[in-house]
């Protein structure tokens, strides 16, 4: 079965990995003329590492990526208000990752290359439409190099390309812009003596558009010298409205730590953070409303295409890789590619639909937001109930991803011709 994938980010290279395992043959289409280590930090819970690791990149992963020991919610000035240990420290079979979200990209990426060979991403080619038959689906691109038309025949289209997926404009051409609720997000990359025990992942604050996140996504580079630390500071700069236009407007050094100069945080040097950070960009704070269908005929998305949400409790990139599996999973496991995509439909997106909304009520840093009501650290009892109850939403449990059987293929399953 030949498979069509628009878009060659995390989601999109993943999915190639994952249809490849599974006995496919997957081709990765991206609109950029390259494909570069840009970007800051991400995380990557358990439930994608388990994943990841079964399509053998257990090794790569521990090369590139840090796993943080613990998270830990403060208040504006360092006071600790809750934590919780993540990870094998909490019980998971498999560790968290912190890591560069282009150094991450690039590990998929020579790894597809390497699998599939070296023509199986092809860059620089925006898709455009699709026409599907009751045998095939035609995917229609336009080369940004040559200017001339291209189009790619399979048996499967994949909308992979973000939460301005081309495709799902195709399957949604009414659908409004993305949902913006007001904050911007501050991002920066910067190197900074260790911090608290160095493995800590940091959520300070209260409410959206009042939030400090920092962790490390890399070491010193020898004993005693500095980690490279991944940082967001949320602002708020006005009420909800439709999207802004500019994303990734440069925010200058003095702007930056003017915006920082409120917070105290007596373990964590933000000017310096600030001052050292090669660039510090501004992102809206974007989702979109969950779908009622994903899949159409033998058009699907997966990813931020599919469910872009809030960055509460780093569950998007994460919920992004399982998608890439279960999807595999039931193409193998269905002899019609209709049936299959309507499986994965129906497998995934209730699922994901409703983190999506959980995030949109802060989802686990509903924590630290009651807590600045309440003035000081809620009991233990219901912070603890608050993450867990996420979690479990989320299908992301020690319990629940220690347990549920392997969504591997044997390469068997899915040799018979469709």
């Known amino acids: 079965m030949r498979v069509t994938v628009v878009g060659g980010g995390i989601a999109g290279l993943t999915c190639a990995l994952s249809l490849h395992a599974a006995g496919f043959e997957p081709r990765v289409y991206e609109a950029a003329r390259t494909i570069e280590a840009v970007g800051v930090g991400i995380n990557l819970l358990p439930h994608a590492v388990r994943e990841l690791s079964e399509l053998g990149l257990e090794a790569g992963l521990a090369s590139v990526a840090l796993p943080p020991h613990r998270l830990s919610y403060h208040d504006r000035t360092g006071e600790k208000l809750w934590e919780e240990p993540l990870g094998r420290a909490a019980g ?4 968290q990752y912190s890591v560069h979200r ?4 690039m590990l998929l990426l020579s790894a597809v290359r390497e699998r599939l060979g070296p023509d199986s991403v092809r860059t620089g080619l925006s898709f455009r439409r699709f026409e599907q038959t009751a045998s095939g689906v035609r995917a229609h691109f336009d080369d940004r190099s040559s200017g001339l038309p291209a189009v790619d025949d399979a048996d499967v289209l994949v909308g992979a390309d973000g939460i301005d997926s081309a495709v799902r404009a195709r399957l949604y051409p ?4 993305p949902k913006w609720n007001g904050v911007h997000m501050w991002r920066g990359v910067a190197r900074h003596p260790r911090f608290l025990d160095g493995r800590s992942i940091v959520v300070a604050g209260g409410t959206p558009g009042a939030k400090f996140v920092a962790y490390p996504i890399e070491d010193a580079p020898a004993a005693g010298g500095e980690a490279l630390v991944n940082w967001v500071l949320e602002v708020r700069h006005g009420t909800p409205a439709p999207p802004p236009d500019e994303t990734g407007r440069r925010v200058t050094v003095a702007e930056a730590r003017a915006g920082l100069s409120s917070w105290d945080l007596p373990w964590i040097d933000l000017g ?5 950070s090669s ?3 501004e992102y809206p704070m974007l989702d979109r409303d969950p779908l009622p269908r994903w899949s159409f005929g033998r058009v699907t998305l997966l990813g931020d295409a599919a469910h872009p ?3 509460m409790g780093m569950n998007g990139g994460s919920q992004s ?3 890439t599996r279960v999807l595999a999973w039931c193409l193998a496991r269905e002899h019609d590619p209709v049936a299959a995509l309507r499986r994965y439909d129906g497998m995934r997106r209730p699922v994901v639909n409703a983190v999506v909304l959980a995030n949109r009520d802060l989802g686990p840093e509903e ?3 009651r807590a600045e009501d309440h003035g000081g650290a809620l009991p233990a009892g219901q912070a603890e109930k608050i993450a867990t109850d996420y979690r479990t939403l989320a299908q992301a449990t020690a319990a629940q991803v220690n347990t549920h059987p392997s969504w591997t293929v044997p390469r068997r399953a899915a040799d018979p011709a469709r």
């Open 92 to 95: 998971y079979h498999w560790p």
């Open 102 to 105: 282009g150094r991450l990209q």
């Open 174 to 177: 009414d659908e409004s812009p």
């Open 272 to 276: 310096t953070l600030a001052a050292r």
């Open 279 to 281: 660039a510090v960009l």
């Open 309 to 311: 949400m809030f960055p």
């Open 321 to 323: 890789v399982v998608d």
């Open 367 to 369: 924590i630290i937001a």
